[in-house]
C-alpha cells in the first residue's frame, strides 16, 4: 500500500520559515508526479506547488518567489521550502503522488499542520 507521510509543519511567526518534508514509500516514488496543497478551514483546497518526474515545477501566485519545492528520488523524498510566511499560509498542508500520464493525484498523505502568527 502506498504511504506517504508529511513532517516538518508547525507554529512560527510571520516572516518566519518552515521546511516540509513528504517521504513515500511502496511507489516507484522517481517516475510520480508530486504536489503539495494546502487547506485551510473554510477555505477550498488549493494547489501550492508541483513538480515532474523530471524536476520542472509551478507554483500558485500566492506562493511564488517564497517557496520552493524539491525531490530528492534517491530518498523518495519530497520537500517545500517555505519562507517569508504570512499568517495567510496557515493551513493544512499536503503531499500528493499522480502518476505524470494521468491527471488525477491518486495518492494523499495525512497533512501537516502550519500555523503563522502576526
Known amino acids: 500500500q502506498v504511504q506517504l507521510v508529511e513532517s516538518g509543519g508547525g507554529s512560527v511567526q510571520a516572516g518566519g520559515s518552515l521546511r516540509l518534508s513528504c517521504l513515500a514509500s511502496?511507489?516507484?516514488?522517481?517516475?510520480?508526479?508530486m504536489a503539495w496543497f494546502r487547506q485551510a478551514p473554510g477555505k477550498e483546497r488549493e494547489r501550492v506547488a508541483t513538480?515532474?518526474?523530471?524536476?520542472?515545477?509551478t507554483y500558485g501566485d500566492s506562493v511564488k518567489g517564497r517557496f520552493t519545492i524539491s525531490r530528492d528520488n534517491a530518498q523518495n523524498t519530497l520537500y517545500l521550502q517555505m519562507n517569508s510566511l504570512k499568517p495567510d499560509d496557515a493551513a493544512m498542508y499536503y503531499c500528493?503522488?499522480?502518476?505524470?500520464?494521468?491527471?488525477?493525484?491518486?495518492?494523499w498523505g495525512q497533512g501537516t499542520q502550519v500555523t503563522v502568527s502576526p
Open positions: 513538480i515532474t518526474s523530471g524536476g520542472s515545477t
Open positions: 500528493a503522488a499522480r502518476a505524470c500520464l494521468l491527471s488525477e493525484y491518486r495518492y
Open positions: 511502496r511507489l516507484t516514488y522517481s517516475v510520480y508526479c
